[in-house]
């Protein structure tokens, strides 16, 4: 099956033209908001009436200032996406063999959410490692950075390349939020940056397009 090999600065350029466009910007603009607007306050419970036997304890429900199923919503949005359940990583040796030997594993896969894709991506630097080297997806030993990893999700089947351009789109708005001027290869590669730097922003990007519904 062909696909396209993409460099990570052909992902970074595709992710920051998404990101610009005007369509992308109606999406993210005000994402933390994204919850039902708060109702007004119920009610209290009326005091129980006095009389013989035990006082009536008052309904706990009219404390809160919205409804428990809103409640319970809003805590449901402000989890990370679950991680992925699909089939194993190949080990090591998968992790060093081109990733057109794993196109394969594409067949009959359907689409995902950019978080999940995202989950997948994280999965891949968590077991088969992370790398900084300038201008390549992966070294020798099949260490990722996060472009590659994204890619390397893409072709282990999690997701099309429309996902990967808009989990990169998520990354950079991400990284926008951190303060990083520039696009995600720059960022991978300055010096000083570690492993866990790099799962701490897919983890962080996870959130917020998981909160987005995306």
Same mark, same amino acid.
């Given at each position: 099956?062909?696909?396209?090999?993409?460099?990570?600065?052909?992902?970074?350029?595709?992710?920051?033209?998404?990101?610009?466009?005007?369509?992308?910007?109606?999406?993210?603009?005000?994402?933390?908001?994204?919850?039902?607007?708060?109702? &007004? =306050?119920?009610? $209290?419970?009326?005091? +129980?009436? *006095? %009389?013989?036997?035990? !006082?009536?304890?008052? /309904?706990?429900?009219?404390?809160?200032?919205?409804?428990?199923?809103?409640?319970?919503?809003?805590?449901?949005?402000?989890? &990370? =996406?679950?991680? $992925?359940?699909?089939? +194993?990583? *190949? %080990?090591?040796?998968? !992790?060093?063999?081109? /990733?057109?030997?794993?196109?394969?594993?594409?067949?009959?896969?359907?689409?995902?959410?950019?978080?999940?894709?995202?989950?997948? =991506?994280?999965?891949?630097?968590?077991?088969?490692?992370?790398?900084?080297?300038?201008?390549?997806?992966?070294?020798?030993?099949?260490?990722?950075?996060?472009?590659?990893?994204?890619?390397?999700?893409?072709?282990?089947?999690?997701?099309?390349?429309?996902?990967?351009?808009?989990?990169?789109?998520?990354?950079?708005?991400?990284?926008?939020?951190?303060?990083?001027?520039?696009?995600?290869?720059?960022?991978?590669?300055?010096?000083?940056?570690?492993?866990?730097?790099?799962?701490?922003?897919?983890?962080?990007?996870?959130?917020?397009?998981?909160?987005?519904?995306?």
């Amino acid at each position: 099956m062909a696909t396209a090999v993409l460099t990570p600065d052909q992902l970074d350029g595709q992710a920051a033209r998404l990101h610009d466009t005007q369509a992308w910007q109606q999406i993210v603009t005000g994402w933390e908001h994204t919850a039902a607007e708060p109702t &007004p =306050a119920l009610a $209290p419970a009326p005091a +129980p009436a *006095p %009389g013989p036997g035990p !006082a009536r304890v008052s /309904d706990w429900r009219g404390m809160l200032s919205v409804p428990v199923d809103q409640l319970i919503d809003d805590t449901l949005r402000a989890l &990370p =996406a679950p991680p $992925p359940h699909e089939r +194993p990583l *190949p %080990g090591r040796l998968g !992790a060093m063999l081109p /990733d057109r030997v794993h196109l394969w594993r594409r067949v009959g896969q359907s689409d995902l959410r950019p978080s999940v894709h995202l989950g997948h =991506a994280r999965q891949i630097l968590a077991a088969w490692g992370w790398q900084n080297t300038p201008y390549r997806l992966r070294n020798a030993r099949g260490a990722r950075c996060v472009c590659g990893a994204m890619i390397s999700a893409h072709r282990l089947g999690y997701g099309s390349l429309d996902t990967v351009d808009r989990a990169g789109a998520w990354l950079i708005t991400e990284l926008r939020a951190q303060g990083w001027p520039g696009l995600i290869g720059p960022w991978n590669r300055h010096p000083g940056r570690t492993a866990a730097d790099a799962l701490a922003l897919v983890d962080a990007t996870i959130r917020r397009a998981s909160l987005a519904g995306q």
